[in-house]
């Protein structure tokens, strides 16, 4: 397979979303054309969709543009051994568009073409980020009960945008009390500077059953981590802003994290996850997709790896992000009871409206 075409677009929903997302188009040799999606860092998805841009024009240069090829030749070559999370979220969506083909010319759904598909139903959590909203707790607990009320039984809250100490905890205690104890409730504390003040955080919060606790302190920070996990009894995630299986080696080594939660189109795409995925497994540790993205291809391409991942616990998922997207494309596949369900379709399954995407190419 040859590409004889790429291209990227940047659509900034700062304003609303408190982002940009950035997708990527595709097209194969004999027509097929396939979707990818890069992790949209806020303030750099134009540099991001740059190098969309200079990867793509590598690619197209490729005889075989599988994406184990494209792994091989067009991203070490063009990394040069500089490891940078905007190129990665870069090579994520050519990545991802890759499979895509992929799968459509094959005429199968990408998990088939992945492994022994293991589900295609994949439990997602609300993330419950206010986006641009200065919110009370109770607004809060109000919102968590209406996305529980839509089917989700985990959410995903930020304590610590309430301070001090006393009123995060208050804060989480609300929203147990909103949501009652059957619903799982996940802490994301945002990378805290002091690694005591994190042990402190999460042993408050404790009584209030946590399905865990996320990014005490800062990724990079391992020995600190530990320290975290080794004082605070629940499962502590880390990833969202790291890459290499190198980094996630020395996590796992230094027993800083139960679960990994690089980003779904920020790490490196669908291999490099299945990669990580087979790396804490190997340690007996669990995985999460982060995917701070769009409800469209970067859902869709988490589902699918998802569903060849034993240790995958749970993946993100912004519902308030829906009504934005509903305008770009459609997803083959059911969202129902916080599960989405992979369809039939060939292919991610995503099926993007080019019309109103042309006016945001870069
Ligand atoms: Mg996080």
Redesign the pocket.
Known sequence: MRIRSVRAYFVDATDTLVKGFVFCRLEADDGTVGWGEAYGIPRRERGIAEFVKGLGGMLTALDDASPQRFRDKVTNWYDEGHLSIDLSSAVSAIEVALWDICGKQAGKPVCELLGDVLTRSVRLYANMDPLNETQSIDRLAERCVAAKERGFDAL?IYPMEYAPLAEATACVRRVREAIGPETDLLL?A?ALDDAQFAIEAGQAFTPYKPFWF??PVAGERLDEMADVRRHVDLPI?TG?RQIGLHHFRQVLEKQAADIL?PDIVGAGGILEMIEIAQLAQSYGMRVSP?C?NSTLVAVAAMAHTFAVVPNAVIGEYFADFEPFFSRFGTLDHSLSGGRLTIGGTPGLGVNMHEDALAAYEV
């Open positions: 995903k994301d945002w996320e990014e995630v969202e939660n982060h701070w």
